[in-house]
């Protein structure tokens, strides 16, 4: 019982070792067998990589073996090509010989016949071109006198209308000086007028208006033409308007003057004795003309039917010094008819604005004959342009058909043509009894060229000439 008891841990202890070891082997059997399996994978995949390189490998021996073939091929394409370069070198460099020789003939020939053509052609251009330019210059020359001699009379009348108008602006600050000494002589007569015309109010308008006419005709103008006397006009309501003169300008324009004479207290004023005397007479001198002007305001000429005139009117003064004196002691007697519409003139003031109306008037004539000569030159122009273009269709036409006749010789005559083809007919027949006659190009090209030179020359002289005329 003991011994029993003492055998059982003994034999615990082996079952325990015994399970143990089983448990080992079978985790080393566990491990070896997961092992071979990863093998047997890893070798399965080196099978399959085995296979595609034996694949890989026989089809690299097939494009190796195409390639080889191919090669032998392009070898073979090569000797060939390289025996069919040497055969065609040779061949090439025996007719650049062959060419070379006849180049050498052709040249010689060439050299020959351009010799021989150019003594023929010299000789037919000088015959040619003589006779042309003896015919066109004839027959140009007939064409162009008329228009020639119409616009040397447009381009000599141009000149005298300019040198009139260039002298007579010249000259306008002389004739205006004049004018203005002979204002102030008329205006010293007037003075000695002065005692005639104290006492009649009709006579001094009268001799006003003389005066007035007398400056007009004094500066160029000319009655009826240029300016009317009591000239009669209605108005807005039908009243009847009478002007002393009534100035023509251009463009239908009109220019009113009216005469008036203040002279009673200006007389007095010359012969006041005191001061006080002299300062009442030219106040009355200027109440006087202030009345004048305010009597020609109310007329209001500037609006009668039919007359286009400025917003104002002259008012002429014929006595100089006591126009001078109005203005010397009045500062805004000027101001004061100017605002409204009446403008006070003297001699001296009114020849420079009669004398700028003829020079407007002398202007305006001018514009209308530079007008009438351009329009005359421009006809002539645009007739001459017809004739120039008549001309060049004319060389032009000429050239074509030169063209078409020297192509149809040479067709014929050449080198190629059919003489050389139908000589031999000659020999073989007994019939000929006409020779082939000697068929030359026909040489007009210079010609054609010298026509259109003429023709150039032609439509740009009368362009020059309207360019003048306007």
Known sequence: MTELSQAIPLLAALVVGAIGATLYWLRVLTIQKQRLHDAQVSQGRLEEQLTAAQTENLRLHNESQRVTTQNEGLHHQLAQLQRENTELTITATQREEHYQDQITVLTQARQQLTKEFENVAHKVFEERSHQFDNRSQTRLDHLLKPFREQIDGFQKRINEVHDATQRSQASLYTEIKNMMDIGLKMSQEATNLTSA???????RGAWG????QRTLEMSGLIEDAHYEAQ???KDEQGRTKLTDYIVKLP???????????TLNAYDRAIAAETPEAYALALKEHDLAVRKHMDDLASKDYTNVLGMRSPSFVLMFMPIEPAYIEALKHNKDLFEYGYRKGVVLVSHTTLIPILRTVANLWMLERSQVEAREMGERAGE????VCVIAERLSRLGASLKTVSNHYNQSVTALAGQQG???KVSRFKELSTKVTRDLPDLQPALVDFEAERLELIV???????AETEATAK
């Open 197 to 203: 015309l104290k006492g009649d109010s009709q006579q």
């Open 209 to 212: 208006e003389a005066q007035l």
């Open 231 to 233: 000239k009669s006009f």
């Open 251 to 261: 463009d239908n324009k009109h220019l009113i003057i009216d005469s008036k004479i």
């Open 380 to 383: 002539v122009y645009n007739q």
């Open 418 to 420: 059919l003489y050389g």
């Open 456 to 462: 150039q020359k032609i439509d740009t002289n009368p």
